[in-house]
């Protein structure tokens, strides 16, 4: 492949070189040996020496950026290509790169995703893949910010679609690298820590929703620690009902002693002033009315442990449980 790759760069004819440019970016990553490793370099090289050939130099700068010999001298043409929205350069090409050059990459990725273009999901998703534990905490500033400059509410008419709901597909992210379990706690441990320092409550609502989900057993630890995290400083009742509602939620893919530990952490916190204890109530009353099954759950809580939920549930929220629940729930 990277011989055709090579030998296709210096044809005449410009979808021969197009070609190159796309195989040769499906190789690279694979490539191990030395030898190959110079053929797509010759090969980015000779795309590069056609100043009227603009159409491929983004990806023969991407395959010089991959190549280690050849990164420091080509990565500042590369980022400024990238910066100025380049959609021939991938982004995959550039976290090759976060290792070696982390500040001018994440400097790049910073200028790419502040406006709103049509790519920013598919961008913001790259960058949090590769994130590693060394920068999980600096990309995860970034983002941060990225998500407070294109808030999920009220967002400017220029920055609709995916830009609109980026904390969402930001949660949805930590949620997925989750399922890995302990695994990802190395990472996920400083990356959601950064993104709850300064996050936007829509951020940290997202961010709380995608925490209280069951997931998989091997999960549920990672995920109490970040919860943890998350509940040591938040006072926000929006966050909070996000989080509660998100527990009852995931009742019913199996995740019940997960929820019942979150709801009445939930409630904790909620009752330390008349406000938040209104606040739960009437969250545990809309939920027992609208979730199938929560209101009888709750109700066998409050009967196997009055003492936990006594100062949390109010009489009249006590009352309907009761009813809908179908069970006498000691005072």
């Known amino acids: 492949m990277c011989r055709a790759v090579d030998r296709w760069a210096h044809e005449e004819r410009p979808p021969r070189r197009t070609a190159a440019v796309a195989y040769g970016l499906r190789a690279a990553p694979y490539v191990r040996a030395e030898a190959d490793r110079e053929l797509l370099r010759h090969a980015a090289l000779a795309m590069l020496a056609r100043p009227a050939d603009c159409t491929v130099h983004g990806g023969a700068l991407a395959l010089l950026v991959h190549d280690p010999l050849t990164r ?29 050059h982390p500040e001018p990459v994440l400097d790049a990725f910073r200028t790419r995703l502040r406006p709103c273009g049509p790519d920013v999901e598919e961008i913001l998703h790259t960058l949090a893949d590769a994130t590693t534990p060394a920068l999980a905490h600096r990309v995860a500033g970034l983002l941060r910010d990225l998500v407070a400059l294109h808030p999920e509410t009220d967002a400017p008419s220029a920055c609709t679609g995916p830009a609109a709901g980026l904390g969402e597909h930001l949660a949805a992210q930590v949620g997925r690298r989750l399922e890995d379990g302990l695994a990802q706690r190395a990472v996920l441990l400083p990356f959601v820590a950064g993104l709850l320092d300064g996050g936007t409550p829509q951020l940290r609502s997202a961010l709380a929703a995608a925490l209280a989900a069951p997931g998989r057993e091997e999960s549920r630890p990672l995920r109490r620690e970040l919860l943890d995290l998350l509940l040591v400083q938040e006072r926000d009742p929006m966050v909070l009902d996000r989080l509660l509602g998100a527990a009852a939620d995931g009742l019913h893919r199996g995740g019940e002693e997960h929820a019942r530990q979150v709801i009445h952490r939930v409630g904790l916190l909620l009752a330390r002033t008349p406000e938040g204890a209104a606040r739960f109530d009437r969250g545990l009353f809309d939920l027992a009315r609208h979730v199938p099954g929560f209101a009888r759950l709750v109700a066998r809580w409050l009967t196997e442990a009055p003492g936990e939920w006594a100062v949390l549930v109010g009489p009249s929220t006590r009352r309907m449980i009761e009813n809908l629940g179908g069970l006498r729930v000691p005072a």
Not at 75 to 89: N, W
């Open 72 to 100: 420091a001298r080509y990565l500042p043409q590369a980022l400024a290509r990238f910066a100025a929205g380049d959609p021939r350069l991938p982004a995959g090409t550039l976290v090759t790169a976060l290792a070696t």
